[in-house]
């Protein structure tokens, strides 16, 4: 295969490393596939919209302008540094694009570019997660001075506050101050309520297609990372990578919601759809945020069952979390996590009747109000 190249030297030899004998670059004009890399704007600009075979842009810099202007072009793939080799070989093997049913393949190929790109680009973590990210439960110090510094972001300890006294943590005494959650909850629970607020922001979006809205996808993402907490430490795993795990689970469709033009029930309709997944466009944006690979990869697997622990307790933790009727889905937990059928009962029971109780509250508020 021949590839058309456009751009410096230096990254010319980056793919050819990458290629190996798979592809050639070369200057020649009627090659099978473009390759061009795009360092600004101006280079965009003066290219055609449309190409006569497979185009790829590699981009070099971070720029919200360059995204935008893509938006414009039929091109068949994007590459962002560092480069991958196997991605780049895996993209430039497929000689023809597989056209769906409805769309050309070339235009499918460009929406998931799109999506790509968009998750490339994802606002990166508020310095607050990222720290929280980083935090153990065994640096005592750090989480006292992180506790401090909770206290000091008036809108965060108010939050916090409110988490607090819902259902969700069955305290029978109101709570009126993050010192006290802290003696109530302990440090650990405070940072990762700290951990879930922060990332609200994200799903401050329209999430009509996935038939829901933003604070709905939201708490369940909270519910989901709470069950695989708890799951996770009556299994001995890594509780606190399971929490993350369960709060960034479902991230991809805050990606894919703004391309989604029809409504969706299943990643089978997304790939229909899009291409891709909201599974595989969350490990992207995961990886983005430089999340250890274990997370990455249970949230990649989280609709399908796996014989590896910690991916299975993210697995039942997000079917719980779904599913009216949880008994069933806890007899295939019990086996698969080696945890007796009661036991865990008595975890997600507890958990998911606090929602309950949310929600019946909240529908008696409304019809007060109506
Ligand atoms: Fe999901
Ligand atoms: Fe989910």
């Given amino acids: ?13 980056l793919f050819e490393e990458a290629l190996g004998n798979t592809a050639q670059l070369t200057t020649e004009k009627n090659a099978d596939a473009c390759l061009i890399e795009v360092n600004d704007t101006a280079t965009l600009f003066k290219l055609p919209k449309q190409f006569g075979v497979p185009t790829y842009f590699y981009i070099t810099v971070k720029d919200k302008k360059i ?39 070339n235009e499918f190929d460009t929406l998931k570019a799109k999506i790509i790109a968009k998750a490339e680009n994802i606002p990166p973590l508020p310095a607050l ?9 065994s640096d005592k110090t750090q989480m006292k001075d992180f506790i401090n510094k909770i206290k000091r972001d008036q809108g965060l300890s108010s939050r916090i506050i409110k988490l607090v006294n819902s259902p969700f943590y069955g305290l029978r005494q109101d709570v ?37 809205n933003g604070t709905a996808m939201w708490e369940h993402s909270f519910l989901v990372a709470r069950l695989c907490e708890s799951l996770g430490k009556a299994c001995s795993l890594d509780e606190d990578s399971l929490y993350l795990a369960g709060l960034m689970h479902d991230i991809g469709k805050t990606v894919l919601v703004d391309f989604l033009v029809k409504e969706v029930d ?45 991916k299975a307790v993210l697995y039942f933790a997000n079917i719980f979390a779904h599913e009216e009727d949880y008994s069933e889905a ?24 606090a929602v309950d109780d949310k929600e019946e509250g909240e529908d008696e508020a409304s019809e007060e109000t109506t």
Wanted: charged share 30%.
């Fill in 176 to 212: 009126a101050s993050i010192d006290r959650a802290t003696v109530l909850l302990g440090l650990n629970t405070v940072k990762n309520l700290a951990l879930a607020i922060s990332t609200s922001q994200f799903y401050d979006k329209n999430f009509s297609m996935y038939k829901s």
């Fill in 67 to 105: 995204i935008e202007v893509l938006k414009d072009f039929k091109i068949s793939g994007i590459f962002f540094p560092p480069l991958k080799p196997d991605e780049v070989r895996r993209k430039f093997t497929i000689k023809k694009p597989e056209k769906s049913a409805k769309t050309g393949g």
């Fill in 330 to 353: 806890a007899e295939d937990a019990s086996m698969a996590l080696e945890l007796p059928h009661s036991e865990i009962m008595e975890i997600v029971r507890p958990l998911l009747e």
């Fill in 1 to 13: 295969m021949k590839i058309l190249y456009i751009g410096s030297a230096k990254s010319k030899e």
């Fill in 129 to 137: 997660a990222r720290e929280l990210v980083r935090l153990t439960r």
């Fill in 266 to 310: 299943s990643t089978e309709d997304e790939i229909k759809l899009l291409g891709t997944d909201h599974t595989s466009v969350g490990e992207l944006v995961l990886s983005k945020w430089s999340v250890v690979q274990v997370i990455t990869e249970a949230v990649r697997g989280h609709h399908s069952n796996s014989p590896d622990k910690f």
